[in-house]
């Protein structure tokens, strides 16, 4: 019979040595291994992102988006975005993710859960209905908050963003 001490742990093996989490419970920054854990993946990508901006100043200006403007004394923005960031392993691929994130200004919520469906290859793909539902329901929040939008409008706008694609595809 094996000793309790002697028991195979459950689960995946941690990124992080369980010395370096104790050490970051101990400064007080998290209450948790969770919350420890968290805290060394957003502080891995915000250096990384320093860093990238301090190589690059012009073409990694998004970086500003996580870290502010101040290049001497970063403050970091949007940790639960920059943890799931992290979470890649490739540093090209987190940062080029970064990056895309940072210029579409996307939400935390959609960041996260689409940085994990890109990590895990889950990516959706695209189809016709789910596109379809996706445009009525942009149109419908925008005639609730504009009630006085004509059909004709709707109908007009519709046909100017199709123009538009119409000509990025055969140019």
Known sequence: MEDSSEKRKRGRPRKHPDELIREVLKTGSAKTDRGAI???????TAYLLSEARQADPV??????????????????????????LGRIEDEEGRLETARIIA?????????????????????DKPDYLGLLRYIETALNAYVEK?????GADLIRALRDVADVYEEEITS
Do not use: N
């Open 59 to 84: 073409g990694k200006a998004w970086a500003e988006y996580y870290i502010g403007k101040d290049v001497k004394r970063p403050c970091i923005l949007h940790k639960s975005i920059l943890a799931a």
């Open 146 to 150: 504009h009630p006085s939008t004509t």
């Open 103 to 123: 210029e579409k200004k996307l939400s935390t919520r959609y960041a996260v859960a689409a940085i994990r469906r890109v990590r895990l290859g889950q990516e």
């Open 38 to 44: 968290e805290h060394l993946l957003y502080s891995e």
